[in-house]
């Protein structure tokens, strides 16, 4: 078998048996979460991008009521576990936006790419546990089609001071 049938044959796998993701907007309610109003863009952007049957959206952070959940660099200031509810918090807003984007939740097909950013304190390398409080929450809103390819990236400084940030590629009907 060559790599190209391998692929197909992996990736038919992986589709087969997905949770009917027309279900998202149950499994959130299940989850007892609601998805917040998009926050207007702080800078000359746009909160999402669609394109064909892609949907790119702009970086999150952690905000909800209006306010950021946390604030200062993971490793410092804010915990390790801190920073994956803060990456949550992205992560339900980022659904916001892909929602907006996509005419409803339901209509998201799978989420592609995650970049998580994870304002760090000298030394600090634990950006993937972070990051993982917004893989997890992908996951358990869209099962197998919530598992993404993704990237955990320290940095050292966030806007307004925030310890995450969070961008994502979907695929939407």
Do not use: W
Request: charged share 20%; proline share 5%.
């Amino acid at each position: 078998m060559n790599y190209a049938t391998g692929f197909v044959n992996f990736v038919g796998k992986t589709l087969r048996g997905l949770r009917d993701v027309s279900q998202a907007s149950e499994r959130l309610k299940e989850l007892g979460l609601v998805l917040p109003e998009v926050a207007k863009p702080v800078a000359a952007y746009v909160p999402a991008v669609r394109t064909g049957n892609l949907v790119f959206v702009s970086g999150q952070l952690p905000v909800a009521g209006g306010r950021l959940t946390a604030s200062g660099k993971v490793g410092a200031e804010v915990t390790e576990e801190e920073g994956r509810k803060a990456a949550r918090q992205c992560a339900l807003n980022a659904l916001a936006v892909l929602a907006e984007a996509a005419g409803g939740i339901d209509n998201v097909v799978r989420i592609v790419k995650v970049t998580g950013y994870v304002a760090s304190a000298p030394g600090f390398t634990g950006q993937p546990g972070v990051v993982n409080g917004a893989s997890e929450l992908f996951r358990d809103v869209f099962g197998p089609g919530g598992e993404h390819a993704r990237a955990a990236v320290g940095v050292a400084e966030l806007p307004l001071g925030a310890p995450v940030e969070v961008e994502l590629v979907a695929e939407v009907r």
